[in-house]
């Protein structure tokens, strides 16, 4: 691995490692589960005739753990963050690929 490589994901993680870590302790309140699966929707509550307001969408993680299942419901504005997390990860996965195709 190139040591170029190496000091991107030390930035990386850096500038990202904690918020990542804050956000899965936050998930599970059982101490260290091991993750077996994960299933994920988003729910949209489209406005009514009755209820025309439309509620924010969620996302709703259920995460099977060899203790359980534990389900967690994450807000518009997580989600956004989570998103650009996601969106940052993926940018230098990109690079890292692109980089090890070059050499």
């Known amino acids: ?7 991107m994901f030390l930035d990386y993680w850096t500038e990202f490692g904690e918020y990542i870590c804050e ?3 936050e998930i599970s309140n059982s101490g260290i589960p ?4 994960v299933n994920w ?3 949209l509550d489209m406005a009514r005739k009755k209820i025309p307001k439309m509620s924010e969408a969620k996302l709703i993680l259920e995460l ?3 203790q ?8 518009r504005e997580e ?4 998103r650009d997390v996601v969106n940052e990860i993926q940018k230098h996965v990109d690079l890292l690929v692109f980089d090890t195709l070059l050499h």
Not at 79 to 82: A, S
């Open 1 to 7: 691995m190139s040591e170029s490589l190496v000091q």
């Open 23 to 25: 956000r899965f302790c």
């Open 34 to 37: 091991t993750l077996l699966d």
């Open 41 to 43: 929707t988003i729910r």
């Open 64 to 66: 099977l753990t060899d």
């Open 68 to 75: 359980g299942l534990k389900i967690y419901e994450m807000p």
């Open 79 to 82: 989600l956004i963050k989570l």
